[in-house]
């Protein structure tokens, strides 16, 4: 959150954003609309405050909590001082290395939210992470985002509905009959003296028509949902302390048709969402919790047989441990095959060239080309024989869909301000939807 000192607000505003154990320190120029990312890695800031015009005061969380019991209450105080902010260099690792010490929040710290409605006189309409983005044939967009279920935009930029939610939307799956769509909306998680406890999730049906909200399905557990291009849907148990790891299953009429058990989801290693898709895709694991050995599944929802097709891990040589990403379908010249981003998973961090979009053949996974990157990949879809993905970074890239070469590499800017998509699809040849970390829908046409 913004928190520093008078002099400080009109010279070096900051912000600290973060979430379980990362984030980011970020200095914002507010003349240039420029932003400095202040850490030379990932960490989540539990406070800062300016001391005066050249010292800023944070205070940065352990690392995880891995093998750390008391990383919740704890914080690394740190200090870092400069003659000139408007031009800083990263953080030194001697500014950011500091014994932990006991740590609460102040409690008459003030929400953000209160900060930025006094800095706009009252005129500001929160706008938060867009995590679905669909467009419709006839050119609306939907969009689903924190606090908002389900959004939809006319292609002159008018709001035709919109459906708060306190928990916001997660997923959108637009039904074959192209007047519905099911919306994921997001559990909400606290923590409590005995430990996390996490409220269950829902899956709502809309009418596109007006927003009206038509079915709910409330089956016991957070989830995320995969679906059929013919409608099929499936609502898998993700809540990470769950012991039933039920998946239930959703027909194209919307009965619940069902339940099947997947084995556990792990929160980190198991996101799988497959777009296009003609089958129910899930990744299922073995050992230490179903984290490690991911296997790539495939769901009938009719006979409510689980085929395992093959290993997430293609490379045996190096036997690493793999987290999921976004997936998209394709077929082609090339044949049937999976499109999906992911990660090589290491206990110090997203290591460079560790991250990856991958094109795995079907039924049996043999990789046909692979593309490294050093950052994740957000989101990605498939359209005229082009990959678009989308990274943390704030690069778009579009790959051939056949021999994964880069056509075009592009950081992704609104104006003078860098974003970053958190949502994307591609409708048509040359143009792209996404959704931003701001609250942003951008509609972009590309080469």
Not at 217 to 234: E, I, K, N, V, Y
Not at 275 to 285: A, I, K, T
Not at 389 to 402: E, P, Q, W, Y
Not at 415 to 430: D, F
Request: aromatic content about 6%.
């Amino acid at each position: 959150m913004p928190k520093s000192g008078e002099h400080a607000v009109h010279t070096a505003p900051t912000v600290a954003v973060g979430y379980s154990f990362t984030g980011e320190l970020l200095l914002l120029d507010l003349a240039a609309g420029t932003v400095t990312s202040l850490l030379p890695h990932p960490r989540q800031v539990r406070s800062l405050a300016w001391r005066d015009a050249r010292t800023l005061d944070f205070v940065l969380a352990p690392p995880d909590d891995w093998e750390n019991p008391q990383a919740h209450t704890q914080g690394h105080p740190c200090t870092a001082v400069r003659d000139d902010w408007m031009a800083p260099a990263a953080l030194r690792p001697q500014e950011t290395a500091a014994p932990a010490a006991p740590f609460s929040p102040a409690p008459d710290r003030r929400p953000p939210e209160e900060i930025l409605d006094d800095l706009s006189g009252g005129r500001r309409e929160p706008r938060r992470q867009v995590w679905a983005v669909e467009p419709l044939p006839d050119g609306q967009i939907l969009a689903a985002s924190e606090r908002i279920a389900l959004e939809c935009w006319e292609p002159s930029g008018r709001r035709a509905f919109t459906v708060p939610d306190a928990a916001g939307g997660r997923q959108i799956q637009v039904m074959p009959d192209g007047g519905s769509a099911w919306v994921v909306l997001n559990s909400q998680t606290r923590r409590t003296q005995d430990g996390w406890e996490r409220s269950s999730g829902s899956a709502a049906r809309f009418s596109l028509a007006d927003g009206a909200r038509t079915t709910v399905l409330t089956p016991g557990f957070s989830l995320a949902l995969a679906a059929r291009a013919d409608g099929w849907l499936a609502l898998r148990d993700v809540d990470f302390t769950s012991t039933v790891h039920e998946t239930l299953l959703v027909s194209p009429s919307g009965e619940e048709s069902g339940r099947v058990r997947l084995g556990k989801f792990d929160l980190f290693n198991h996101p799988f969402t497959v777009r296009h898709s003609p089958e129910l895709f899930f990744l299922r694991g073995e050992g230490r919790g179903d984290v490690e050995g991911k296997r790539v599944a495939r769901l009938d929802p009719l006979t409510h047989a689980v085929t395992d097709l093959f290993p997430l891990e293609w490379d045996s040589a190096r036997d690493g441990h793999l987290f999921g990403g976004p997936v998209a379908y394709i077929c082609d010249a090339a044949g049937e095959a999976l499109v999906h981003g992911g990660a090589v998973h290491n206990g110090r961090g997203l290591l460079p060239g560790n991250a990856f979009v991958v094109r795995r053949a079907l039924p049996g996974g043999s990789p046909t080309w692979v593309f490294t990157t050093d950052h994740n990949v957000t989101s990605l879809d498939v359209a005229d024989g082009t990959v678009y993905a989308a990274f943390t970074s704030g690069t778009v890239v579009a790959l051939d869909a056949i021999t994964g070469a880069t056509r075009w590499s592009h950081p992704l800017r609104v104006g003078a301000n860098p974003a970053i998509a958190l949502s994307l699809t591609a409708p048509s040849p040359g143009r792209v939807v996404l959704g931003t970390t701001d609250g942003r829908i951008l509609d972009c046409a590309v080469p």
